[in-house]
């Protein structure tokens, strides 16, 4: 049987925690998951909850304390565990589980866990009004195996869940850069393209907080502080799109950070037409860095 574990992380979010550990208490069936909570250096209670949930022995527990480092960081600290897991479902802490969610998780995981192309499953949500969190192009009938890059072109980008297979997280983790604490949720599955594809599930297990489209301020500041984190992000972007507008949209984008980032190497090789759109946008990049670093006080 799957070895399945739901990976937390979570910082200073100790009250949704406990939103999340009541909707698996809620479960039709818990059947035999763990839950493994990744604490990236929390300075609330969360530990003595965390501890108390322990003792109250309804699904094991597995806690893990870190110095804070980030989201992606504390991801990679959860991956290390592949010896024990066969799959990693990541449910973030301020989100919270349908009661037939560990039902589909069980389901899914164990019917596509043969299949050596399939890296990961992608999980929908809905809002707390029970309404399907929708991609602009609202089509999401059929389960559809793809990668990122080509699903996100083709139907937009929606929110949900992912977990990995451990075929995917024994070879791939985040890249960490020293300073930086962000980085792209969606690199893990461009650096996988190659090898894996995703199955994007018409199945809702869980609800979250609608986040509407765009960059917030304090979105864009969080970027802005964490320069190398976008510039995998958008150099990956531009490798695996295949429409010429997204790729100049992208190279802009990456010019930006890479002025504002201190570092120039980043080790992933792109095609002579990639390297030519970026040269070609840089002097736009340049103008966009100047805009950012005064709006958002990067030093």
């Not at 992606?72 to 024990?84: G, K, S, V």
């Not at 990693?88 to 389901?107: G, H, M, N």
């Not at 192009?137 to 990668?147: A, L, Q, R």
């Amino acid at each position: 049987m799957m070895r399945v574990a739901i990976v937390t992380p979570t910082y200073n979010r100790v009250e949704l925690l406990e939103r999340l550990y009541n909707s698996i208490k809620n479960q039709d069936n818990r059947m035999d998951f763990e839950w493994l909570i990744i604490d990236d250096g929390s300075t609330d209670n969360t530990k003595y909850y965390v501890q108390k949930w322990i003792g109250e022995k309804f699904l094991p527990i597995h806690y893990v304390f870190q110095t804070n480092s980030g989201k992606a960081a504390a991801l990679n600290t959860a991956f290390a565990y592949n010896d024990y897991y066969d799959f990693f479902l990541i449910v973030d802490s301020d989100d919270f589980l349908l009661p037939t969610a560990f039902e589909k998780i069980r389901y899914f995981s164990e019917k596509f866990c043969e299949d050596n192309q399939i890296g990961a499953l992608f999980f929908r949500y809905q809002d707390e009004n029970g309404d399907v969190l929708r991609s602009p192009i609202d089509h999401v009938k059929i389960d559809i195996i793809s990668t990122r890059s080509e699903h996100d072109e083709k139907f937009g980008k929606y929110d949900g869940c992912v977990g990995y297979y451990r075929r995917v997280t024994e070879k791939f983790k985040y890249p960490f850069f020293e300073g930086e604490k962000y980085i792209g949720p969606t690199v893990l599955q461009l650096l996988m393209e190659d090898k894996y594809k995703i199955v994007f599930l018409k199945d809702i297990i869980g609800v979250a907080e609608y986040q509407a489209a765009g960059l917030t301020d304090a979105g864009r500041f969080l970027r802005v502080k964490n320069p190398n984190g976008m510039r995998i992000y958008y150099l990956l972007n531009i490798k695996k799109s295949s429409k010429i507008f997204t790729k100049i949209k992208y190279s802009i984008a990456y010019n930006i950070y890479s002025n504002i980032s201190d570092s120039s190497y980043l080790n992933i090789s792109i095609g002579l037409k990639e390297k030519i759109i970026i040269n070609l946008t840089k002097p736009i990049g340049y103008i966009g860095h100047f805009y950012f670093k005064k709006k958002y006080h990067k030093d």
